[in-house]
Each structure stands twice: as structure tokens, then as C-alpha cells.
Nanobody
Framework: QVQVVESGGGLVQPGGSLRLSCVDR????????MGWYRQAPGKQRDLVAA???????NYANSVEGRFTISRDNARNTVYLQMNSLNPEDTAVYYC??????????WGRGTQVTVSS
């Protein structure tokens, strides 16, 4: 059974917006920091944004001011609101408990494509 499910990706024009969702079906969601990661073709998987169980947030420099991460512990869900998208944001987006390790459980991700 897939424990982590990302959704909300799609094709959007430059300047557009998308809202990604990630449901983590495992127990104790609220005690973990969660992060959104992305991987473009031929590149490594990088952290985009992270939120602690207490609500502290940090962003990659490339998305600061455009992306917003949030969480709903009652729904075991973490969100990523993405605004002012540009082609460099094209990637598969994943969420995971943060920090990651070799034991990190990854979902299938959701594809975001920014193109005119």
C-alpha cells in the first residue's frame, strides 16, 4: 500500500499557479517535520520547502517569495502553494519526512510542467 500520495501537479503556463497536496497515511504525522522536494530530469532531488511540527518554515532560495508550504495535521496533509511559476520549476515534486535519509519512504510524486 502506498503510504505517501502526492497530487495537484499538471501543465501550467509561466506565471501561473498550482497547489500541491501530499497525504501521509502513516501514524504520528504531526510529530514529524515535512518537506517538499523536486527532481528535474538529469538532476538530483532537492529540498524546496520544509515545515516543522511547530510550524517553522524554510524555503530554497529559488522559490522564496513564490511558494508557500503549510500543513493540516488533522488531515495528515502537507500543501505547497506555488505562484509565479517559471519553466525552471518543471520537475517531479515529492513530499517526505524531513530530514531525509536512506530509509526515507518516497511516494510516486506529482509532475509539474511549466510551459507556454
Amino acid at each position: 500500500q502506498v503510504q505517501v500520495v502526492e497530487s495537484g501537479g499538471g501543465l501550467v503556463q509561466p506565471g501561473g499557479s498550482l497547489r500541491l497536496s501530499c497525504v501521509d497515511r502513516r501514524s504520528s504525522f504531526s510529530i514529524f517535520s515535512m518537506g517538499w522536494y523536486r527532481q528535474a530530469p538529469g538532476k538530483q532531488r532537492d529540498l524546496v520547502a520544509a515545515i516543522t511540527r511547530g510550524g517553522d518554515i524554510n524555503y530554497a532560495n529559488s522559490v522564496e517569495g513564490r511558494f508557500t508550504i503549510s500543513r493540516d495535521n488533522a488531515r495528515n496533509t502537507v500543501y505547497l502553494q506555488m505562484n509565479s511559476l517559471n519553466p525552471e520549476d518543471t520537475a517531479v515534486y515529492y513530499c517526505a519526512r524531513t530530514p531525509i535519509s536512506r530509509h526515507t519512504h518516497w511516494g510516486r510524486g506529482t509532475q509539474v510542467t511549466v510551459s507556454s
